[in-house]
């Protein structure tokens, strides 16, 4: 037997709006999907989940139809379960690891923890009790899943945690870079909501390196600090004609209509152009992001521009075919060498042609031009999605902190960096990675956080 | 909590308004040349402007700003005791300060609020302070005495001679390039006005400091809408400046960047209308 299918809004529909295209399994899905699963005693998939959930654990409540404590269950070890459900790449965690896939589809984890998150979000949280108060204050400094995942930890430990987040939401990435279409805002601010009624505090509108320094931390007694700065910087391609108008960062687009939520503009104040054929380069789920919102904002025609080929996509699989039904047309071997604009406008994108050569250090094939290959795509919007970087903005300022060769926080194995007190953890010390690899870190974080203040 | 409270409002000019900010972190911290970010409410954008001034003791920062487009028509119909629902700073770097010896500084329009604190930080460190402001005319003249307090010597210069010269800021900037050995040039106004600023001191090759006010939303580097090129390469407005080396700026770029939502600010006017 398959997994049980999730029911969706139909691509023709949803290009219109920016409801969440699946609307996760009903009661009695949930309950039929959990069936499937064989209970192994081994779990081989607890491997596979970077938290440590117990999946079995939670998956057998679903099937006595305990849905709320198979919601704490979850709990137990993650903070964040409704994100989690909705942008984790089950297929290469959990899901890689389930019996089931030698026979047909393994089970479909996320979706059930979705479900039983999304139940306890309608039903009103239970707040677990904090025993001890401590007295030992520690900062978190950035409010992606990493900073919220050291918060909750450390505050369920009874320790004082307030966040510093610069923008003026928090939730890092999931509140100004993953859409509204694959993960609701609201859903962003109920877990939030969950780790404030645990004790953390959250100051908003606060830039670490401007308006406070990490001493400055220090003086107003925090004992520890947790950097979760997230790789935040975007990377341009450095070619010809890039600054013209039209082309944005995938970083600045999506902040636009996310955070800023440009595409209830004029509503909303921040506006956002609205391209008719756009391109949009890159492979990752933040292009598949780009791409699919620049339809839902009327484009009628929207390229993918992949210098690889399909199997190299970095993307989550379920949104790769989401855009694909949603008609974003991939153009992949194809690379963007310079761009022409008309009064400072961009209006076509030349390109080259690619092909796979030799296996490059990551043990992917490195894509090498085809020479005389070029050829021109009129656009009148371009998203650059090629990746990110370290934000130099703060630790650059912080004499004593090592970084790697690719300018990112250099740690132990337990998230300590090489400034006294200070730990670190997510996209900040391995670049850009996943949701789930940042809530790792912050959990070995803020154990070894918990074993220094002790 | 980084509270953002409205102290005081005045408008000094026409469509022009001062406001005294209570935001103690950001006062804390504040130099001359830095900014901040504001949103008015929930549904606002985010905007920078220049820290006019600040106390640090009272926790208070000053800004003067022209009712240009929606966020700052918002701003002006605030009241003294309401609360801004973003401010965020004090961002960008400071103004770089030193001994260069013969200054000249340049503010046109609402840009001479920003020039202030930098003229008052270049007279202490003991510069000669030859200061041009330059408005459409003499009702748009701003902060004049302020100015004089630590100018050495003050030009007015007004488009149509209502007050001081008759002209533009260029006028007597010529002159004084052709008289004097000019150590710096320091201009902040409209992109225009800093642009002839840095053709004609190229001429005479005096360094010349310009402040530039790309577009910004998240003004921490993480989006790039402040993307300026300077000497070829591309730099983030917000946290590479705000300032750069005029003689090295794109001009036609900035220029051409800052009317990039001009069809969206006509639709939002429409739409408050
Ligand atoms: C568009 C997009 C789609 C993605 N889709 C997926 C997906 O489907 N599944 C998945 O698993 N992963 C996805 N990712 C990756 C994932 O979001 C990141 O790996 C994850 O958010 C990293 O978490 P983090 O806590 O390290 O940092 P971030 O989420 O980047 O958060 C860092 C926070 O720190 C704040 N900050 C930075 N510097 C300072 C400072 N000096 N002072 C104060 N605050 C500061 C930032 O404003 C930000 O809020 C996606 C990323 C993007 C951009
Ligand atoms: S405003 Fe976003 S990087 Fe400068």
């Known amino acids: 037997m398959p997994k049980i299918k999730a029911q969706e809004q139909l691509p023709k529909e949803r290009i219109h709006n920016f409801n969440e295209v699946s609307f996760g399994y009903t009661l009695e899905e949930g309950q039929k999907e959990a069936e499937r699963c064989l209970q192994c005693k081994r779990a081989p998939c607890r491997q596979g989940c970077p938290v440590g959930i117990d999946i079995p654990a939670f998956i057998a409540l679903i099937k006595e139809t305990k849905f709320l404590e198979a919601a704490w269950k979850i709990k137990e070890t993650n903070s964040l379960p409704a994100i989690c459900g909705r942008v984790c790449p089950q297929e290469i965690q959990c899901e890689k690891f389930c019996t089931l896939r030698h026979k047909d589809e393994p089970v479909a984890i996320g979706r059930l923890e979705r479900l039983v998150a999304d139940l306890e979000i309608e039903k009103g949280f239970k707040i677990p009790e904090v025993r001890k108060k401590l007295k030992t204050p520690v900062a978190v400094v950035g409010s992606g899943p990493a900073g919220l995942t050291v918060a909750g930890d450390l505050a369920r430990r009874g320790y004082p945690v307030v966040i510093f987040e610069a923008l003026h939401q928090a939730g890092g990435v999931l509140v100004y870079g993953i859409p509204e279409f694959r993960l609701p805002k609201k859903i962003v601010q109920a877990e939030v909501s969950y780790l404030e009624s645990l004790g953390v505090s959250i100051e908003l509108n606060t830039v670490i390196g401007q308006t406070l320094s990490l001493d400055d931390l220090f003086k107003e007694g925090f004992k520890s600090i947790f950097l979760g700065l997230g790789a935040g910087a975007p990377v341009f391609m450095k070619i010809e004609g890039e600054n013209l108008n039209g082309i944005y960062s995938a970083n600045e687009f999506l902040t636009r209509v996310n955070l800023m939520r440009a595409y209830l503009f004029p509503e909303y104040d921040t506006p956002v152009k609205r391209g008719k054929r756009v391109a949009v380069i890159g492979g990752g789920n933040v292009a598949l992001d780009a791409a699919r919102t620049a339809l839902r904002l009327g484009a009628e025609k929207v390229y993918l521009v992949y210098r690889r080929t399909e199997a190299e996509m970095p993307a989550r699989q379920e949104e790769y075919e989401h855009a694909k039904e949603e008609g974003v047309e991939m153009l992949f071997l194809t690379l963007p060498v310079k761009f022409e604009g008309k009064d400072g406008w961009v209006e076509k994108m030349v390109c080259i042609k690619m092909e796979l050569g030799e296996p490059d250090e990551t043990g992917r094939r490195r894509p090498v031009p085809v020479p005389g290959s070029e050829f021109s795509l009129d656009v009148d919007q371009v998203i650059i999605a090629i990746g990110t970087r370290a934000n130099p903005l703060l630790i650059s300022r912080v004499p004593g902190l090592r970084l790697n060769e690719r300018g990112y926080i250099k740690v132990n194995e337990r998230g300590r960096t090489s400034k006294k007190g200070v730990f670190a953890g997510g996209d900040i010390v391995t670049g850009s990675a996943t949701v789930i690899s940042a809530m790792g870190m912050g959990k070995v974080a803020a154990q070894a956080i918990h074993d220094y203040l002790s | ?273």
């Open chain 2, 1 to 273: 909590m980084n509270p953002a409270k409205v102290l005081q409002k005045e408008e000094i000019a026409p469509g022009i308004f001062l406001m005294n900010l209570e935001t103690p972190r950001v006062a804390a911290k504040a130099q001359a040349g830095q900014f901040f970010v504001l949103r008015v409410d929930d549904k606002g954008e985010r905007i920078p402007l220049t820290i006019a001034d600040f106390n640090r003791k009272e926790g208070q920062i000053v800004t003067v700003f022209q009712v240009v487009g929606r966020t700052t028509a918002k701003l002006a119909d605030l009241k003294v005791g309401d609360e801004l629902a973003t401010l965020v700073g004090p961002l960008g770097k400071p103004t770089e300060i030193s001994q260069f010896g013969f200054t000249v500084l340049i503010g046109g329009g609402v840009g001479v609020a920003a020039l202030y604190p930098i003229l008052r930080e270049f007279k202490k460190a003991g510069n000669f302070t030859y200061t041009i402001q330059g408005a459409r005319s003499k009702e748009f003249l701003i902060w004049e005495e302020k100015l004089l307090a630590y100018s050495d010597k003050l030009i007015l210069t007004t488009d149509d001679g209502s007050k001081g010269r008759k002209g533009v800021v260029t006028d007597p900037l010529k002159e004084v390039l052709e008289k004097e050995k000019v150590d710096l040039v320091f201009a902040v106004g409209p992109s225009m006005m800093m642009k002839f600023v840095s053709e004609i001191t190229r001429e005479y090759g005096v360094k010349t400091v310009v402040s530039l006010n790309p577009i910004m939303v998240d003004a921490t580097g993480m989006c790039g809408a402040c993307r300026v090129e300077v000497g070829g390469k591309t730099y983030f407005g917000c946290v590479d400046g705000p300032d750069f080396d005029g003689h090295q700026v794109n001009w036609e770029l900035l220029l051409a960047r800052q009317r990039m939502y001009c069809d969206e600010e006509e639709i939002a006017r429409k739409n408050n209308a």
